[in-house]
């Protein structure tokens, strides 16, 4: 059973920094191999993708708006994919999933990130 356990959500203010971490299991094929993601989602608006990095070289690929505040890094020994997330905004407000994708794709529960004064 494919299992993405995301942590590091929590209430900042501001201009602070959090750092999310997303652990994967049960893949059928390496960790490597796969694709990995970070979405966020508001209430009532549809899930956008924040950022990405392939499996093998670390390519990576960032929504405008989180360019150069936010990145993206996988350590493939611990099956982990991180999202560094600095200069965070009000607008940064949601809640963060992790996704695993190769030909199948998979979800982690969400963390939710609340960025308030």
């Known amino acids: 059973q494919v299992q993405l356990v995301e942590s590091g959500g929590g209430l900042v203010q501001p201009g602070e920094s959090l750092r999310l971490s997303c652990v994967a299991s049960?893949?059928?094929?390496?960790?490597?191999?796969?694709?990995m993601s970070w979405y966020r989602q508001i209430p009532g608006k549809e899930r956008e993708l924040v950022a990405s990095i392939l499996g093998r070289g670390g390519i990576t690929n960032y929504a405008g708006s989180v360019k150069g505040r936010f990145t993206i890094s996988r350590d493939n020994a611990k099956d982990t994919v991180y999202l560094q997330m600095n200069s965070l905004k009000p607008e940064d407000t949601a809640v963060y999933y992790c996704?695993?994708?190769?030909?199948?794709?998979?979800w982690g529960q969400g963390t939710q990130v609340t960025v308030s004064s």
């Open positions: 049960g893949f059928i094929f390496t960790f490597s191999s796969y694709t």
């Open positions: 996704n695993g994708r190769r030909t199948e794709n998979y």
